[in-house]
């Protein structure tokens, strides 16, 4: 004993299992995070199609829901996910409010099971999982073993925080605490919806919550009512993470806390009963814990199933559309909630992209309007629209930095750099169009110049067969078909012989004395010029595919390779 009246010895020991315990929470968050966020880099791309088709009916929805959070162990990267297909149209906000309440009850189902004693598990996971993970790092085994790893840490971490708590509440300090706790039912709500948060997940709270039960940390009322906190900082974190997105985005995670505060008011009066229910059945603190928390999500699923049409209008009143919500006007694809899952991501990539391309096409035939009826306000128009399409490519671009090219599969990762490729070529087309508008206006419009009806003639038939590759492009980049590749890249040829044989004959009639075509030479001949250069960047989308098929040879294309795959 010290001259303060404190043993030295049995304070250090203390903080020491205090730091073990709390080393052992942050153990399981992260042995969490990893289960998470391996399971969506490996099976993403399935987990979005089973989400994307499960909205015939609501009992579909919700079985979906349930399915796919009890495998990735996050009723939060379900709703990121849910809430993306709504912000792009995908589904509709009252089927994705039913896949919620699945999954909230596959968040349930996985507490249930993780509270049973699985530590004889651990070791066998972490070994077999770090043996994966380091032998094929970048393939999807190595993934698997990330998994592995994860569900090894979280069975580890639940052990560990059972070990320090029990070691804990023997010291005479914790058990004087534990002797003057009193239920408060509001501040238990509200201190587990911000240690969930904290957390980033439920499952780990619920699980930490059932365990220091277990060990007599804290009495059952008082897990019960973190319990209902879990729920509510559960679905505060949906609403957290997606503030930054579209309001279409934000509904989902805003009607599921709609949920989970109705549910929380109906279900919080009734705690005590719960416990003299059970607790002359269970004897197990644990046990009483998950099941509680699986029938309020199960309770929650039942009395809500039939009302999802009507929170959802609920949440459009909360955050309602804005007159205009998105960047031109339109509908944004580039979604960041779905950065998490690559394959979604590189799909919204890829939608962004047609958009580009859209408007790029808008411009390409536009142009020859402007070329046959001097109109100098819809070159003004289409010339503005280049900085749209100039804007698409920077967000893209970005957007795309964002997406971890760790987590791409071989395929993804050439998606990845074909989107790169397409919006390049798709942007420079925008500039060249733009540079031809301003030539137009300048020594046509302004000038009250006309070309030739032959030379009229030629540079109509050399715009239509530019917007036919600028739209078979658009078809080879979105399906990658290799036969179309080879034609379009066939057109680089056909196109570049049909400007030589246009720039013959406009030198012949500027030889014959034509005096349209004088006046306009230098501008007619500037004007095959480019709109060849514009069918060069089209025809380059082709490459990538043919590169990919073996199809290309240095410096030609090998036709028998083709003819195989045809």
Same mark, same amino acid.
């Given at each position: 004993m010290n001259s303060c009246g404190f043993d030295a010895p049995a304070e250090t020991d203390n903080l020491t299992h205090l730091l073990n315990l709390l080393a052992a929470i942050a153990l399981l968050v992260w042995g969490t995070q990893l289960v998470r966020t391996?399971?969506?880099?490996? @099976?993403?791309?399935? !987990?979005?199609?089973?989400?994307?088709? #499960?909205?015939?009916?609501?009992?579909?929805?919700? $079985?979906?829901?349930?399915?796919?959070?009890? !495998?990735?162990?996050?009723?939060?990267?379900?709703?990121?996910?849910?809430? #993306?297909f709504v912000g792009q149209g995908l589904m509709s906000l009252p089927s994705a409010l039913t896949v919620m309440l699945g999954a909230d009850i596959g968040t349930s189902l996985m507490a249930v099971v993780f509270s049973r004693?699985?530590?004889?598990?651990? *070791?066998? @996971?972490?070994?077999?999982? $770090?043996?994966? @993970?380091?032998?094929?790092?970048?393939?999807?085994?190595?993934?698997?073993?990330?998994?592995?790893?994860?569900?090894?840490?979280?069975?580890?971490?639940?052990?560990l925080v059972s070990q320090s708590a029990t070691v804990l509440t023997q010291a005479p300090a914790v058990k004087a605490l534990l002797a003057s706790l009193t239920s408060d039912l509001l501040l238990e709500i509200f201190t587990g919806a911000v240690l969930t948060v904290l957390c980033y997940s439920s499952l780990a709270m619920v699980l930490l919550t059932a365990t220091l039960a277990t060990t007599n940390v804290i009495p059952l009322d008082v897990a019960l009512g973190l319990v209902l906190g879990a729920n509510l900082g559960s679905g505060l974190l949906g609403v957290l993470t997606t503030m930054g997105t579209s309001i279409e985005t934000r509904q989902v995670p805003l009607g599921n806390l709609i949920f989970k505060i109705i549910g929380i008011a109906i279900a919080a009066p009734f705690v005590g009963f719960w416990i003299e229910f059970l607790g002359e059945w269970l004897a197990h603190s644990a046990t009483v814990v998950v099941l509680y928390h699986l029938c309020f999500n199960l309770a929650v699923g039942a009395v809500f199933i039939g009302v999802t049409p009507l929170v959802a209008r609920w949440s459009q009143m909360l955050l309602p559309k804005p007159a205009v919500s998105t960047v031109a006007g339109r509908q944004r694809h580039l979604d960041a909630t779905?950065?998490?899952? *690559?394959?979604?991501?590189?799909?919204?990539?890829?939608? &962004?992209?047609?958009?580009?391309?859209?408007? $790029? &096409?808008t411009m390409l035939t536009g142009m020859l309007r402007v070329i046959k009826n001097n109109d100098s306000h819809l070159a003004l128009e289409l010339r503005k629209m280049d900085d749209t399409v100039d804007e698409l490519y920077s967000d893209i671009k970005y957007y795309l930095t964002k997406i971890s090219r760790e987590a791409l599969s071989d395929s993804e990762g050439q998606r990845w750099t074909d989107i790169i490729s397409f919006t390049i070529n798709m942007e420079q087309i925008g500039d060249i169009v733009e540079r031809v508008l301003i030539d137009i206006e300048d020594k046509k419009i302004r000038t009250?110049?006309?070309? #030739?009806?032959?030379?009229?003639? &030629?540079?109509?038939?050399?715009?239509?067969?530019l917007v036919d590759n600028l739209r078979l492009g658009m078809s080879v980049f979105l399906h990658g078909n290799v036969r179309d590749a080879q034609r379009l890249l066939e057109e680089k040829t056909r196109f570049r012989n049909l400007e030589r044989r246009y720039a013959s004959t406009h030198l012949d009639r500027l030889a014959d004395k034509t005096v349209q075509s004088i006046e306009t030479s230098s501008l007619h001949l500037d004007l095959i010029s480019d709109l060849k250069r514009i069918n060069s960047h089209i025809c380059s989308i082709a490459y990538p595919i043919l590169d990919s098929a073996g199809a290309l040879a240095p410096n030609r294309l090998k036709k028998s390779v083709l003819d195989v795959q045809d």
């Open positions: 391996g399971i969506l880099r490996v @099976f993403g791309g399935n !987990l979005r199609n089973v989400l994307a088709k #499960s909205v015939s009916n609501r009992v579909n929805a919700l $079985v979906s829901g349930l399915g796919v959070t009890a !495998l990735v162990q996050s009723s939060t990267a379900t709703a990121l996910i849910v809430a #993306s004693d699985l530590s004889w598990l651990s *070791p066998l @996971f972490i070994f077999v999982g $770090v043996v994966l @993970f380091i032998a094929r790092q970048s393939t999807t085994v190595g993934r698997i073993g990330r998994i592995l790893i994860g569900l090894g840490l979280m069975l580890l971490a639940l052990s779905a950065l998490a899952t *690559p394959s979604l991501a590189i799909s919204c990539a890829v939608r &962004e992209a047609m958009h580009q391309a859209d408007v $790029v &096409e009250g110049r006309n070309f #030739s009806d032959a030379g009229m003639q &030629e540079i109509s038939d050399m715009h239509g067969h």
